[in-house]
């Protein structure tokens, strides 16, 4: 594929003249002159849409590396600034130290027009391209840069299998004639709910405006019976205040819903897809034109680098999908974010500027510490931080237990019981954690009955047996690290139970020994596979319930501190939750009101036998991954039920309910949940799922999206985790104190000689 490689030069057409395009069709040529490169651009020269774009340093030095003509000339084109606006109700926060540069999409374009006429690339405007097959037989490689609504990749939707999910925001491309100082963020309260304004220059005399708001406030506002003219007007009169009386201009400006594209295949036969339409990513993250570029660079890079086209494209889809995959969880995130704006609004000014900043949770608390500490000093100040402690040292109470620091060892299956009894390795591995410096450490899903099991190996508190165990455990967490809190997690198997150990294959049924399954209907767990349970009638919910106060009753005289509720992954109460699991017909099914009721009467009998001064929590599944399955609303009307029973805080996990779901993985991926409970309802949460880092869990507190962060896999592999967050942050107060046996091991060890002075191998 490299220049003078084959018999004769690459001809390659490209499918639409915007940036993306326009780029790589000068790459293409620029890194093999002998090459054929055609663009088809169905506008003209100088029409454009949208008006600034953002390039970060990282683009920037693609550009540079790929085409310094290019970077030369967007060098000088470039306004640049440091600092976001965010205006809260009246009240102006700065954060500085971001680094911002834009341009206008006009003159973007004019460039790579004058870099691919001066390559000798041929750009035919005004001229749909000819149909994918024909170019496809007509060319050697076709590279589809043709947008959101790709015809390219309509014509192969059945190789490329795209997934388009349209949003709850509409919003709109407008332009004002002056430049704003700073990247600003203002939200406007109307009487017809939140709207928003992201703004940003783009020259000496020349910003970005996007007005948006979710759908229904749109229509209450009667914006979907506006035209351009009426739109623009009335958006400068809602944000007079932040455009200083200035008028709003469009440019054949709609309003229109944010699409996220998402293609299982990026490329068929000689034809590879680019930007748009091949992904797309929110606007509030600034990534579709930065997207789109480096595409075309690593397209241009990977075919230069390749002996034959087929590898070629394999190579830069390899290359890139992790990359995409990454920001467009990124812009998820702050798109999501965005979409629950109204709930923020309550939260301190400059708490709710933090969350802004970290909305999409690629800048963290870490990163916008180096970029601006004095910004970050206030957040942290405000939050009740005392000098020199990171937010996740600061303490929290629930009731009469008052938690040292926010961190949670979460409620690990540890398999290793007998008959139900915690022996020697439960010591040693909660006892590992609690010496950790955890501020709360938390046993497995402990059972309550013997048929309520989820393997022979799980711990029970259905004898005296198993609590003088639990004892045992608590009493040295209590003695050799005062101050850390242990909590037991009650739950009943349900569907789920009886099956072998998880490294013997989880979920699958015991090949002998198999005990009865009960559960809010009858369908068994994975039809074909597992055990079909029982339906519980009136005689089976109430056995349940007294085995859960019974369980209770062992577990407070066992001292525990905290008593968690187990209504999540599709165990036994979460199954009665979901409207997936629960196909009643009587009054502990249909509604969720219904679906509600045992779990709730189970909440109840328990918390009128824990001691009264103990906290009580509980875990919830606030998704099902999977069609028809609990709602994120239905999840706040969880939460809300059990806060108003006297839950102390809610745990909030997802999933684990059905076998075919389809989780959206990712760093924090389900700590979204547990954000729109808390700001939702105001009551405390514990977010959970693929915490890994003491900056993330930092960055949560202070945004206001949890109270606790419960950490399950980082406690396996380290378990001083919470001690060596505390080293690394130079925090050594009385949150995370090493106990006296290890203190001599609070700093990392040197792993070889850097202090001794050079030798001298020269003279003079």
Known sequence: MAAGAGPRALRVAVVGGGPGGLYAAALLKRLDPARSVTVWERNAPDDTFGFGVVLSDETLGGIEQGDPAVHRALQEEFVRWDDIDIVHRGTTLTSGGHGFAALGRRRLLEILHERCRSLGVRIRFRTEAPPPDELAATHDLVVAADGLHSATRRAYAEVFAPRVTTHRC??????????????????????????????????????????????????????????????????????????????????????????????????????????????????????????????????????????????????????????????????????????????????????????????????????????????TDTVERDFGCRDGTPPMFTPLRLRGLELRNRVVVSPMDMYSAHDGVPGDFHLVHLGARALGGAGLVMTEMVCVSHEGRITPGCAGLYTGEQAMAWRRITSFVHEQSPGTAIGVQLGHSGRKGSTRLMWDGMDEPLPYGNWPLSAASPLPYRPGVSQVPAELGAAGLAAVREQFTAAARRAASAGFDLLELHCAHGYLLSGFLSPLTNLRTDGYGGSLRGRLRFPLEVFDAVRAVWPGGRPMTVRISAADWAPGGTTPDEAVGIARAFAAHGADAIDVSTGQVVPGEKPAYGRSYQTPFADRIRNGLGVPVIAVGAISS??????????????????????????????????????????????????????APRTGRTDAPRPRLTLG
């Not at 003491?694 to 380290?718: E, I, K």
């Not at 060596?724 to 995370?736: F, I, K, L, M, V």
């Open 694 to 747: 003491w900056d993330d869990v930092n960055s949560l507190l202070l945004a206001g999206r949890t109270d606790l962060c419960a950490l399950a896999r980082p406690h396996l592999y380290d378990p001083q985790w919470t001690l060596h967050a505390a080293a690394d942050q130079g925090y050594e107060g009385p949150a995370a104190p090493w106990p006296l046996p290890y203190r001599a091991g609070s700093r």
């Open 170 to 375: 509409r919003y709109i491309w407008l332009s004002a004639p002056f430049a704003f100082d700073a990247f600003r963020f203002e939200i406007a309260e109307t009487e017809h709910g939140v709207m928003q304004l992201h703004g940003y220059p783009y020259g000496p005399r020349a910003s970005t405006v996007i007005i948006e708001m979710r759908e229904e406030v749109w229509r209450a506002a009667g914006l979907d019976h506006c035209d351009e003219r009426e739109s623009t007007a009335r958006c400068a009169r809602i944000f007079a205040g932040a455009l200083g009386g200035q008028p709003l201009t469009g440019n054949n400006s709609t309003w229109t819903a944010f699409r996220t594209v998402v293609n299982d295949r990026w490329s068929h036969g000689n034809t590879v897809l680019i930007g748009d339409a091949a992904h797309t990513a929110h606007f509030s993250i600034g990534s579709g034109t930065k997207l789109a570029v480096e595409d075309a660079l690593t397209l241009a890079a990977n075919i230069g680098e390749h002996p034959d086209l087929p590898s070629a494209l394999a190579a830069y889809e390899s290359e890139r999908r992790p990359v995409v995959a990454s920001t467009q969880r990124a812009a998820a995130a702050s798109l999501e974010w965005f979409e629950q704006l109204e709930t923020y609004l309550g939260q301190p000014p400059r708490q709710f500027a933090f969350n802004l900043l970290t909305r999409s949770r690629r800048v963290t608390h870490g990163n916008l510490r180096l970029r601006d500490t004095a910004f």
